[in-house]
């Protein structure tokens, strides 16, 4: 475990990497790419839950880790007037099962297969827990430059 400071440092340098993280999945143009910056952002997703002091702290980080890599998937299958599509999300979400980065019985996937909304997945976490998280190295949600306004239709 870390002391004080060196847990600031790092949590400071994991927000800037998951923020460039999200920028380049936004960015990128390419399946592979995109798989990539997803299993970098699981690591250091997991990497940072491993320094939780409680069990609690643990909690909150893998509640608000799995809101952000939901909300990338689900851009991706975003268009850009922000409507998921839902065959799209429904080939992402198979193929975050098969790598092994999504549990088949992930809530995201199962409603996804079925063609069900999503958007409840995807929706922000309490403002409390979200500063408590923030406070622990996590970083907000993207912002609309990154994920559009989403829409089921």
Known sequence: ???????????FIAQKVRGWIRAEYARAESIERREHLLTMRIGLSRHLE????TFEELRRLKA??????????VSEA??????????????ITEREVRTGRMK???????????????????????PHEVEEAIAKGAEELPTSEYLPQISIG
């Open 1 to 11: 475990m870390c002391d004080g400071q060196e847990n600031h440092d790092l949590y």
């Open 50 to 53: 491993k320094q939780a002091g």
């Open 64 to 73: 608000l880790h799995e809101t952000q890599f939901r909300c990338l998937l």
């Open 78 to 91: 975003s268009t850009l007037s922000g409507r998921v599509n839902k065959v799209a999300l429904r080939e």
């Open 104 to 126: 088949p019985t992930d809530e995201l996937y199962v409603r996804a297969k079925a063609k069900l909304d999503v958007l409840c997945l995807v929706q922000p976490i309490s």
